[in-house]
């Protein structure tokens, strides 16, 4: 059994809007184990990059983390000084943000930058910290790495700057990676290399790694793993195997539908969800997800507890509380369609 690296339980954060507090995360509980790659998907605003944040120990007024735990490497992080945060932050839990852009400094060099960290974490000497830059640059396909160190952020092109926020995010040997929707605004040759290059460095370092996602076609490719979250909670957890074939909620049936099939696969339409997800500021009784659930009933109006479909395999749906799937339910009439 793979040892559990960092686990989240029961968190909730709001955030406090001149209409009221925005309850962005509101009771989610996951695990990632040692060397593990773990996705989170789902739609924008559905709680992901938030979650991600709390990890990291990010959230600041006028958010607030108002319940749950994060453990990690079996201590809660809750209770951490800034000094241990500044401590554990980008040395063994790292991050990579989704705009490469806005993380690095456009007055800085590359090489400084990584070097900066190096220095802070590893606590080599100037020159060393270059060197171990440069290695890190080739490490994820930099060519000329010698050259790039002297490099500014904007000599660079979208993709490798990502490519740099990888380099710098590893170059510590972290044991969790976190990576906010690190494909997000690249072509999509780019992003099958980025995708590529996550997955041959976690296969090296044996790096957990956690990856926010929208994008289910994402996460088949590199996860073992997925958590999908809807409305500020989990949907359904489970291996890609049981989310892609054995569907467990609604919603992560509409996430799938709504994917492009491969290349002969048939001409077949997208199908959106339709509608647009709740109110977090005053979010709907019941299943968050029950407003645009094309198989909602009277039940839910009332929020069901965590069904169990097989080993690691959970939906938070009253269709699959005495089935394996959705399927098997839609099958035996249980919705009110």
Known sequence: MTKQLLTVDELKVSFQTRDGQNQAVRGVSFHVGAGETVGIVGESGSGKSVTAKAIMGLITPPGKVTNGKIVFQGTDLSGLSEGEWRKLRGNRIAMVFQDPMTSLN???????????V????RGLGKKEAIQEAVEMLRKVGITEPERRVKQYPHEFSGGMRQRVMIAMALSCSPELLIADEPTTALDVTIQAQI????????????????????????VAQVCSRVVVMYGGMVMEEGTVEDIFYRTGHPYTQGLLRSLPKRAGAGKERLVPIEGSPPDLIDPPAGCPFRDRCPYAFGKC????EMA???????????????????????????ADQ
Request: with cysteine; net charge negative; proline share 3%.
């Open 308 to 334: 169990e479909l097989g080993e690691g395999h959970r939906s938070l749906c009253w269709l699959v509380q005495e089935h394996s799937t959705l399927e098997q339910a839609l099958a035996e009439g249980e």
């Open 301 to 304: 109006s009332e929020l069901p």
């Open 118 to 121: 190096i220095r802070r974490h």
């Open 195 to 218: 995708l590529d290059l996550l997955k041959q460095l976690k296969d090296e370092s044996d790096t957990a790694v956690l990856l926010i996602t929208h994008d289910l076609g994402v």
């Open 106 to 116: 456009p007055v800085k060099t590359i090489g400084f930058q990584m070097a900066e």
